[in-house]
């Protein structure tokens, strides 16, 4: 089982240029996030989706767009990405009802 | 403005001791907390929850405490191996919807 899968795992942008970070999940869950780990800031939410079909703001939702796919894919796209968005991004999902299970994160560098 | 909180941001112990992780929360709607482990270039991974009905639940060495009224909660392992090192975070939630996590403790378990 491979879980919760996100690719790529490391990507370095110049300021201005966009891209998508992609995600998906294997275990036939509703509940799929995007979140970004920053020193000193821990865990903060960019968006949420409680069922394919619906998207819901995080904590941090300013510069990006979300696409539930399907059940399986989220992906978070980044349309004109700035220095401030260098982090480590987190994807994970969960059946609705418990604990989320995220991926392995993807390093973001925005020069 | 975090919803959650977690004070300190690092905490050594000598192997074999108690050590205990706290967090606090402000929405008084929250009814469902997690705690997870991360190792560096990992993700996190889940460790305990409880619901809001409970005030105590135990899984091996690991035991996290509510406390509703105070708004807070606590993370114990006991005892603490050095394998236990790594960050911890707290997370808190209504509804299984959005979770929002603390900033996460770095724990050192001394051998």
């Known amino acids: 089982n491979a879980g919760v899968t996100q690719t790529p795992k490391f990507q370095v942008l110049k300021t201005g240029q966009s891209m998508t970070l992609q995600c998906a999940q294997d275990?036939?869950?509703?509940?799929m996030y995007w979140y970004r780990q920053d020193p000193g800031m821990g865990l903060r939410l960019i968006y949420y989706?409680?069922?394919?079909?619906?998207?819901d703001k995080g904590e941090v939702p300013n510069g990006y767009n979300v696409s539930r796919l399907n059940k399986r894919e989220f992906s978070l796209r980044l349309e004109s990405a700035a220095p401030s968005q260098t982090s480590v991004y987190f994807c994970?999902?969960?059946?609705?009802?418990?604990?989320?299970?995220f991926g392995e994160g993807s390093r973001l560098t925005v020069l | 403005d975090q919803q959650v909180k977690q004070n300190s941001p690092s905490l050594s112990v000598q192997e074999g001791r108690i050590s205990i992780l706290n967090c606090d929360y402000t929405?008084?709607?929250?009814?469902?907390f997690l705690w997870y482990k991360k190792y560096p270039a990992e993700g996190p991974t889940f460790l305990i929850s409880?619901?809001?009905?409970?005030d105590k639940n135990e899984d091996g060495r690991f035991t996290v405490f509510l406390n509703k009224s105070a708004k807070h909660l606590s993370l114990h392992i006991v005892p603490s191996q050095p394998g236990d090192s790594a960050v911890y975070f707290c997370?808190?939630?209504?509804?299984?919807?959005?979770?929002?996590f603390g900033s996460g403790t770095k724990l050192n378990v001394k051998p």
């Open positions: 929405n008084s709607m929250f009814d469902y």
């Open positions: 997370a808190a939630s209504r509804n299984f919807n959005k979770f929002y």
């Open positions: 409880i619901s809001s009905i409970k």
């Open positions: 994970a999902s969960s059946s609705g009802f418990g604990e989320l299970f």
């Open positions: 275990m036939n869950h509703n509940s």
């Open positions: 989706s409680a069922s394919e079909g619906t998207t």
